[in-house]
T-cell receptor
Framework: ETGVTQSPTHLIKTRGQQVTLRCSSQ?????VSWYQQALGQGPQFIFQ???????GRGNFPPRFSGLQFPNYSSELNVNALELDDSALYLC??????????????FGAGTRLSVL | AQSVTQLDSQVPVFEEAPVELRCNYS??????LFWYVQYPNQGLQLLLK??????LVKGINGFEAEFNKSQTSFHLRKPSVHISDTAEYFC????????????FGTGTQLKVEL
């Protein structure tokens, strides 16, 4: 049990719709990263938020956006869904300390199916 | 930018036999290296990590990995596997200034058989 919870666990949407995925970070963690894991692939970094500001982005289009709230929970929003957006979306939280790399803890993920 | 190659998509092995899962990486800067395990319908769990120092790293569940800078490899080993080790294993890398932004390999499915 990592203390990172994601909701919902499963979601079915149709092409063109919008979706919001949620992540509750482990208590005390100030950094959250989101990853997309397509079937049979490794996770791919989407973006990271640190203290409510975006702190790095992977090779994903602007229709992928995020938010981090003062309580360090987070949302991933995807607009204009495409079939290729079908994947497991993983959230990972960590406590960033200046000059240090600390472990990040992953949630169980949200499986999104786009029809 | 970094990349990770896991050449073996599947590794079948009998229970109590040793196993090695291979990982090679590419990077123009110094890196940290990780191995994660993913059980069905679960998120990723950190097995072990290499940050600096000794090139032989020990992790949870009896796993260990050796960092080889000249061969840019970080292979995962276990001397005797158990049925419960059946899972997907991912090697990952981040630059030392990368702030936890991980680049993953495509994974190796370890299947332990009786």
């Amino acid at each position: 049990e990592t203390g990172v919870t994601q909701s919902p666990t499963h979601l079915i949407k149709t092409r063109g719709q919008q979706v919001t995925l949620r992540c509750s970070s482990q208590s005390g963690h100030n950094t959250v990263s989101w990853y997309q894991q397509a079937l049979g692939q490794g996770p791919q970094f989407i973006f990271q938020y640190y203290r409510e500001e975006e702190n790095g982005r992977g090779n994903f289009p602007p229709r992928f956006s995020g938010l981090q709230f003062p309580n360090y929970s987070s949302e991933l929003n995807v607009n204009a869904l495409e079939l290729d957006d079908s994947a497991l979306y993983l959230c990972a939280s960590s406590l960033y300390l200046a000059g240090g790399l600390v472990d990040q803890y992953f949630g169980a993920g949200t499986r999104l199916s786009v029809l | 930018a970094q990349s990770v190659t896991q050449l073996d998509s599947q590794v079948p092995v009998f229970e109590e036999a040793p196993v090695e899962l291979r990982c090679n990486y590419s990077s123009s800067v110094s890196v940290y290296l990780f191995w994660y395990v993913q059980y069905p319908n679960q998120g990723l769990q950190l097995l072990l990590k290499y940050l600096s120092g000794s090139t032989l790293v020990k992790g949870i569940n009896g796993f260990e990995a050796e960092f080889n800078k000249s061969q840019t490899s970080f292979h995962l080993r276990k001397p005797s596997v158990h049925i419960s080790d059946t899972a997907e294993y991912f090697c990952a890398v981040t630059s030392t200034g990368g702030g936890n932004k991980l680049t993953f390999g495509t994974g190796t499915q370890l299947k332990v058989e009786l």
